[in-house]
């Protein structure tokens, strides 16, 4: 039997100050939203997605954009990590780039029925509006990637067929995107599914970056980036603390969280450039930040492997059985 792929290392982006802080519904003040970052900062990560330039009416959590942006890129210890922001239109787009931001990600739909619940129209329409914010980005010399939301099941239809999908690569491909974000949006994929799809994917698509963007609503997440390490895939986004929910089953867990996949990974011995305890840290801190009481990953409740208890005295063990 042949051996699991173990690539050398893998590339995280950190997405909690957009998928994380868009699941809050608390307001977070502009102040320690830009305390959390860099607090991400110190853990070494090396690019995040900062935010999403969104109207302020559907994410009103979001709506200081342009605020966070600007003290980002002036604050010195942010200086050399690559920010992205989400973007669901020409206006956002143009907002972005106007705020200085070096790289998009555009936002579509597998399915029709999420499409319309996210963006108001099917996902044929809604990929028609991809090409003016494109043309936007290539003209302002901004770096721009596509992504693909609940590509391997939708809340409203269960499983995404692999047909799906292509039309939906071929368009991004004839649009000269080259670089991809497939989003487990609510969670459903599985590794079959996974190694299936971008083995398909890969061969189809070889000229395409992929990057996995997995949230752990049935547990699934961290079996998921194994399988897709298999097929050679190394970019991965996580959330720190594991900040984000699911819109469609409130309390579910979201994003995988950033501290557990660095330590999934570094037991794998495969470099993540994060380091670990400081992600265990500010993931603490993070949560106590944002008053949150239970302990929302598995390194906030178990702690790392390194982390070993005091031996067991025998006479004492001996005693305590008796
Ligand atoms: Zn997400």
């Known amino acids: 039997m042949d051996q699991l792929f173990i690539p050398k290392k893998v590339s995280i982006c950190e997405v909690a100050p957009r998928d994380g802080f868009q699941a809050e519904h608390t307001w977070i003040p502009t102040d320690k939203k830009l305390e959390i970052i860099r607090l991400l900062a110190r853990t070494g990560v090396q690019s995040i997605e900062l935010t999403s330039f969104v109207h302020p009416k559907a994410i009103p959590q979001l709506k200081d954009a342009e605020i966070v942006t600007a003290h980002a890129l002036q604050t010195e210890e942010l200086q050399g990590i690559k920010f992205r922001s989400l973007v669901p239109n020409v206006k956002g787009a143009q907002r ?9 990600k555009l936002m579509l739909s597998a399915t029709d029925s999420h499409s319309i619940s996210n963006a108001n129209c099917g996902v ?3 990929q028609n509006a991809l ?3 494109i043309n936007l980005a290539v003209k302002h010399n901004v770096e721009v990637g596509g992504s693909i939301s609940v590509i391997f099941g939708c809340p409203y239809e269960g499983l995404v067929p692999l ?20 989003a487990d949006t609510t969670g459903m994929g599985n590794p079959y599914q996974v190694y299936n799809y971008l083995g398909v994917l890969k061969e189809q698509y070889p000229e ?9 609503t049935r547990g699934m997440a961290f ?8 097929q050679g ?17 409130p309390g579910a867990s979201g994003n995988i969280a950033t501290e557990d996949l660095v330590h999934s990974f570094h037991e794998m011995g495969i470099e993540t450039g994060i380091k670990l305890d400081d992600a265990i840290l500010a993931a603490k801190k993070v949560n106590e930040m944002l008053g949150k009481k ?7 409740q178990a702690g790392p492997n390194s982390q070993l208890s005091k031996r067991p005295d025998k006479q004492q063990k001996l005693e305590s059985v008796n």
């Open 163 to 182: 047909r799906k999908i292509i039309p939906i690569m071929d368009r991004y491909r004839a649009m000269g995107i080259k670089e991809i974000s497939l």
């Open 233 to 249: 895939v190394t970019n991965f986004d996580s959330s720190i603390a594991g900040l984000g929910g699911c819109p469609y089953a």
């Open 131 to 133: 090409e003016p914010i």
């Open 223 to 230: 079996a998921n980036a194994v399988a897709a390490l298999q």
């Open 208 to 216: 395409v970056t992929f990057s996995m963007h997995f949230h752990n």
């Open 124 to 126: 044929e329409e809604a």
């Open 96 to 104: 972005s780039i106007d705020a200085g931001i070096r790289k998009l």
């Open 294 to 300: 239970e302990k929302s990953s598995y390194m906030l």
